[in-house]
T-cell receptor, first 114, second 107 residues
């Protein structure tokens, strides 16, 4: 039982490059989330999905796009990376949203944009 | 706008002390509230989930309470140990997080 798996774990990008982060869960969860974590700022929600084929904006969506073509996968894309996007990115999933279900997190992706 | 505040931002205690971490939120119409632990360089691990119909949850030396009327939750850690050293975060409703409390338990 892998839980929530993030790929890659580390990445260095040059300004203007693009990349996609993959989040995969094997728990048949409906809700999935992408966060970024910066020193002293806790976790900020970028985008989330309430089911296959759906996505919604969180607190800090600018500069990111997401897709949920398959229920088990939630992709986070950076079309033109900027140094301000240097951060640690976390993915999470839960069976249902807003209510009585536990959330599970991946181990994070450390992204540096130079 | 939903806001979550955690106080204190950092806490250092000697081993064996009982301690309380606080989490407050602006939206009183909450659903559930979840407490997490994060070790340096790691992801978040769920500690306790308090459902909206509950007032508290317990797991081992941890006890979390929820007071919807005052918009507060507390995480009580009994007989703290050096292995409890980590950052503790709370999240509620739409998975909005506080900035966390960094706990250090000194041997």
């Amino acid at each position: 039982n892998a839980g929530v798996t993030q790929t890659p774990k580390f990445r260095v990008l040059k300004t203007g490059q693009s990349m996609t982060l993959l989040c995969a869960q094997d728990m048949n969860h409906e809700y999935m989330y992408w966060y970024r974590q910066d020193p002293g700022m806790g976790l900020r929600l970028i985008h989330y999905s309430v089911g296959e084929g759906t996505t919604a904006k969180g607190e800090v969506p600018d500069g990111y796009n997401v897709s949920r073509l398959k229920k088990q996968n939630f992709l986070l894309g950076l079309e033109s990376a900027a140094p301000s996007q240097t951060s640690v990115y976390f993915c999470a999933s839960r069976l249902l949203g807003g209510s009585d279900t536990e959330a599970f997190f991946g181990q994070g992706t450390r992204l540096t944009v130079v | 706008k939903q806001e979550v505040t955690q106080i204190p931002a950092a806490l250092s205690v000697p081993e064996g002390e009982n301690l309380v971490l606080n989490c407050s939120f602006t939206d009183s119409a909450i659903y559930n509230l979840q407490w997490f632990r994060q070790d340096p360089g790691k992801g978040l691990t769920s500690l306790l989930l308090i459902q909206s119909s509950q007032r508290e949850q317990t797991s081992g030396r941890l006890n979390a309470s929820l007071d919807k009327s005052s918009g507060r939750s507390t995480l009580y850690i009994a007989a703290s140990q050096p292995g409890d050293s980590a950052t503790y975060l709370c999240a509620y409703k739409d998975m909005r997080f506080g900035a966390g409390t960094r706990l250090t338990v000194k041997p």
